[in-house]
């Protein structure tokens, strides 16, 4: 029996008086409330479900959609057997829940004379996009190359190998919907015009720069350092003592200064000087003098003052915002001819595609958003406005400004005002971390302040909620209502936050509230920076647990290591990860084989196979690590491996195969294939083959093995060489190859393909894995695609070949085949992107210390800039322009590349934007913890000023994840043994004391050479 007890704000997020915007935390049901509206609406209204327009993200969110919301209609009818919704059943195809790409795709193909397209447009996925549009641009270019008088070309190629020159030209057309109006413009645009423009957005900038750190406390903060520290005698006159009061006096008439940033007549000349003054005055020359000596507490104030006054003020740089106008000269030309170029290569990727009659998904947007806009077609938006009654969209913080243009103008009156109470979009800034799939997390903001204020202009914000309670439980909504809500006007106004947790244990509440309070909390926030959420534990009644694992790398430079005495394996090193790796290894053998009941959830899951337990990664390249450890302690794993279709491991086992038989010496295809199930050579088997004497190639060797040789003939020696069954795998493998190798160019491709599938035992070796149904299903999808390839260009065996391992060399996100993919395995290791929208008992997230990556060595640099800027308290209300900036040559400097303002503003703003996503991505990794959330990282340094060093920066300083959680938890100053407790919070108010446990190298076993022996199912039997 389905029950579902919705909280206050559960139930106030189905009301349809109003337009909604809903923020939900993590872990607070949102999904669950979506369906529950749906049904309400359907329910009381008696709509068809082909009125409620419903867009989500990915091909994945939408199907689960359209599972619950098809659950839920069948409970209503088991319910009473209501009639109208045995209809919804029945016709529950021509719902239109789905994605916008999906979204749009239809709605063309219904109005396809009005958007003046074939109405049998095929769309082009993103991987086949990226192959067809670089394409497309290395033919532009070249035929632009063969007028070797193209004066743009000419320009370019002065600066930029073609091969960079490609890479501009495509990362414009990717993001042509904001570049394609700056390519036209500026290709008709004059230096004059241009150079006018650059006065104001050093002005803005210039104007943001100071502004910030005057209203952030560090300032302040650090004059209270200053009056604590009070010299022993008070009126000792000292050189230092003297310096502490003029410092006394002038930090805050610089903080004054910075102030005055907010008016449009800054002028930031007194600003440089005055901080030039500051910073001469900041240092600690004169503390041996004996006021000092005498107090070195005081001394430790003092110095962690002046340490954090010049922290703010070493990163004022106003100098980096000066134009250089000679180096702005140079780069006009350069993009202009860049604007120039791209406009030519776009031009034909449009032709082209309209000759295959192709649209991508940025031209399904596009295309659909212009006809929505079309005065010549207005019907369209009649009808559509007449057709949706309500609009809803999941993950909104993931959409970007075109998505959102298409719901506002079917959300909107002739006007263009929003209607009100039509739009209900829910989703979490603070789960925000897809930038790089062109989510605007700054839009949820933006789009957030439009409908509060539609509301208003409407008048829905003064209709009452409906509080009666049909869900059949003891709540009294209306009571609670008026204890929760005595004011209750911004809730009236559209604006419900979901803060009730059913997922995460009380432990891990209690440490989200504090530490990501801490994290997030500004006194001035950009749109696309988050604001901290106070969560409920609402549904987890479990001992949860928060503990930290680290290593000390105190004296321990990356390059020394420890070695490790293991006569199975011989000396190696350990480095700093490694011993992370094994602080895992452990720690998991411990929760699985202990029998401490605060883990019983987590063996519970491990031992029927379920995920249990996750390791959430930063980055990839560490992840050979940490597999390495587990297979050390015998811990059985499953690594989830990029969500693209082509990454999978069935399909890159056939693309090794496929690209071998085009070319028989690519010994990195025959190794692939011989390690892949139907090879079945072990890794021993493949490296002892490589040793064999004769022949360059990999191949060359398996034709000298077996070329002659009657199996009768087999000698001592290869017996000494080869175990049994890797011989045999090796023979099996020569004679198929070369029977596949002589078929594969005399048979339809298609056919041959089925050939090896079937014949190879291919099929046989995936309906044995754990997910043999949806690894047949991916082998039928691309079976799909070779049939398409025969009508196409890739028509025969070769061409087919390239084809796909051009796939499987790109990394993308396409989805798998549509199969219910269940994740098999206890202990899974995945990307921390990965994980988004998952949950496990138990969470690892390692490699804290990993540096941010701010794309710091880019050429070139495209966002919007602000071209004049309001300051208020609480924001900065912008009016941006979209440019691109690059490095350009400097006459003044024998020539050498220099960065562009535009160039250096964008790299600004994108530091800040990183620094933002990583605040997010590191929330997201945290919570997906249900019971205990295992924090692993490396300290960097126990120095003697670590303590002030640290306190000095502010967390938008930092670096990385390890930096904010030691400056956030004081570990520096708070570690006391090889483990211990460290307290986050106030002990007076809300705190937690958390666990650590440091890697001890004379304590751990290292040396791996006993071998686990159990029952429990989660151990891999490795003999």
Not at 775 to 794: F, G, P, V, Y
Not at 848 to 871: C, M, P, Q, W
Request: hydrophobic share 40%.
């Amino acid at each position: 029996m389905h029950k579902f007890s919705p909280t206050l704000f559960q139930h106030l997020a189905t009301d349809t008086a109003r337009n909604l915007v809903i923020t939900a935390g993590a872990g607070t049901g949102k999904t669950e409330v979506l369906t529950r509206r749906i049904i309400k609406i359907l329910r009381e209204e008696k709509l068809s479900i082909d009125r409620l327009m419903v867009v989500t993200f990915t091909d994945k969110a939408a199907v689960e959609m359209k599972e619950r919301i098809y659950s839920a209609i069948e409970r209503e009818i088991e319910k009473d057997g209501d009639a109208h919704f045995k209809k919804l059943k029945d016709n529950f195809l021509e719902n239109r829940i789905s994605t916008f790409h999906a979204f749009c795709a239809g709605l063309l193909r219904e109005y396809p004379i009005e958007a003046e397209i074939d109405p049998y447009f095929r769309v082009m996925d993103e991987v086949d996009k990226v192959f067809f549009l670089r394409r497309v641009i290395n033919r532009s270019i070249n035929e632009l190359a063969e007028d070797r008088k193209n004066p743009d070309l000419s320009v370019l190629s002065f600066e930029w190998s073609k091969s960079a020159i490609a890479n501009a030209v495509y990362s414009l057309i990717q993001k042509r919907e904001d570049a394609g109006p700056w390519m036209h413009e500026f290709a008709h645009l004059s230096w004059y015009e241009f150079k006018e423009r650059l006065p104001a957005y050093q002005e803005c900038i210039l104007r943001e720069v100071c502004y910030k750190p005057a209203r952030s406390q560090v300032l302040t903060v650090a004059v209270q350092l200053l009056i604590r520290a009070q010299p022993d005698p008070p009126d000792d006159d000292s050189a230092l003592s003297l310096r502490r009061k003029e410092l006394l006096d002038m930090v805050p008439q610089l903080q004054s200064l910075l102030l005055s940033a907010m008016h449009e007549d800054f002028d930031p000349c007194p600003v440089k000087q005055y901080r030039d003054l500051v910073l001469k005055t900041c240092n600690l020359r004169g503390a041996q003098a004996k006021a000092w000596a005498n107090d070195p507490q005081a001394l430790d104030l003092l110095r962690e003052g002046i340490m954090s006054i010049r922290s703010v003020l070493e990163s004022l740089n106003i100098e980096d915002f000066d134009i250089n106008w000679a180096v702005e000269e140079e780069a006009f030309a350069i993009c202009q001819a860049l604007a120039r170029v791209a406009t030519v290569c776009l031009n034909a990727y449009r032709e082209e595609k309209k000759r295959e009659n192709y649209l991508d998904f940025q031209d399904l947007q596009i295309k659909i958003l212009a006809l929505l806009k079309s005065g010549k077609h207005d019907h369209i938006i009649k009808e559509l406005r007449e057709k949706y009654i309500y609009i809803m969209v999941d993950e909104f913080q993931d959409t970007n400004d075109l998505q959102w243009n298409i719901v506002r103008a079917i959300t909107s009156d002739e006007g263009k005002e929003l209607l009100g109470d039509r739009l209900f979009i829910v989703g979490d800034e603070k789960q925000a971390i897809y930038s790089f799939r062109g989510g605007d997390v700054s839009l949820f903001a933006r789009v957030r302040r439009k409908l509060l204020e539609s509301n208003r202009k409407c008048g829905t914000h003064r209709v009452p909620f409906n509080l009666s309670n049909a869900e059949g439980n003891e709540k009294d909504y209306t009571r609670e209502y008026a204890a929760a809500l005595p004011e209750d006007r911004l809730v009236r106004s559209g604006e419900i936050i979901f803060r009730d947790n059913f997922r995460s244990a009380a432990k891990l509440i209690t440490f989200f509230n504090l530490f990501f309070h801490e994290l997030l909390s500004q006194e001035l926030y950009e749109d696309y920076e988050a604001r901290p959420q106070r969560l409920i534990c609402s549904g987890n009644r479990r001992r949860g647990s928060i503990e930290l694992l680290l290593v000390d790398r105190t004296g321990d430079n990356e390059d020394e290591s420890l070695k490790i005495n293991d006569e199975t394996a011989g000396l190696e090193d350990i480095d700093v990860y490694t011993k992370e790796a094994h602080l895992i290894a452990t720690k998991i053998k411990e929760v699985l084989l202990g029998d401490d009941p605060v883990y019983e959830n987590v063996r519970n899951r491990a031992s029927g196979g379920r995920p249990a337990i996750a390791i959430l990664l930063n980055r990839r390249t560490k992840l050979k690590i940490y597999e390495e450890a587990l297979r050390r302690e015998s811990i059985d794993f499953v690594v989830v491996r990029g969500r693209g279709f082509y990454q999978r491991q069935e399909i890159v086992d056939l693309g090794n195969l496929l690209g071998l038989l085009a070319d028989m010496s690519n010994s990195v295809y025959l190794a692939g294939f011989l390690r892949s199930p139907v090879g079945h050579v072990s890794d021993e088997g493949i490296y002892a083959l490589s040793r064999l004497p004769g022949g360059e190639r990999l191949w060359d060797k398996l034709c000298l093995l077996f070329e002659g040789i009657h199996p009768d003939d087999r000698n001592k020696k290869i017996d000494d060489i080869f175990q049994e069954d890797d011989y045999s795998s090796l023979k099996r493998a020569y004679d198929s190859l070369l029977r596949w190798h002589f078929l594969s160019r005399r048979m339809v491709l298609i056919d041959f393909l089925h050939l090896v599938l079937d014949g190879g035992g291919y099929y046989a070796s995936l309906a044995r894995g754990m997910r043999g149904e949806q690894a047949i299903s991916n082998i039928e999808k691309l079976l799909d695609l070779a049939r398409d390839a025969t009508l196409s260009e890739q028509n025969d065996f070769l061409s087919f070949a390239q084809w796909l391992n051009d796939r499987i060399d790109y990394i993308e996100e396409e989805g798998e085949a549509d199969v219910d993919i269940v994740l098999g395995g206890a202990v899974q290791l995945m990307t921390v992107h990965q994980s988004k929208g998952l949950e496990f008992p138990l969470v690892f997230v390692p490699d804290l210390t990993a540096s941010f990556n701010f794309g710091e060595r880019e050429t070139l640099r495209f966002d919007h800039v602000t071209e004049s800027l309001t300051i208020d308290d609480h924001s900065f209300l912008r009016k941006m322009r979209f440019e691109i900036g690059i490095d350009a040559p400097d006459p003044l400097k024998n020539f050498e590349p220099a960065p562009t303002l535009i160039k250096r503003i964008i790299e600004k703003r994108n530091r800040e934007k990183v620094i933002a996503e990583r605040k997010r991505l590191f929330y997201v990794a945290s919570t997906r913890a249900m019971d205990h959330l295992i924090l692993v990282g490396q300290l960097k340094s126990l120095g003697q000023y670590a303590v002030q060093e640290e306190r000095a920066r502010s967390l938008n300083q930092m670096r990385s994840w390890m930096d904010w959680l030691s400056k956030i938890l004081k570990l520096t100053e708070s570690l006391e043994g090889m483990r211990g407790t460290i307290t986050l919070g106030k002990k007076d108010g809300e705190y937690l004391k958390i666990p650590y446990r440091l890697f001890d190298e004379n304590t751990s076993m290292l040396s791996f050479t006993e071998e686990l022996r159990t029952e429990f199912p989660l151990f891999a039997d490795n003999r």
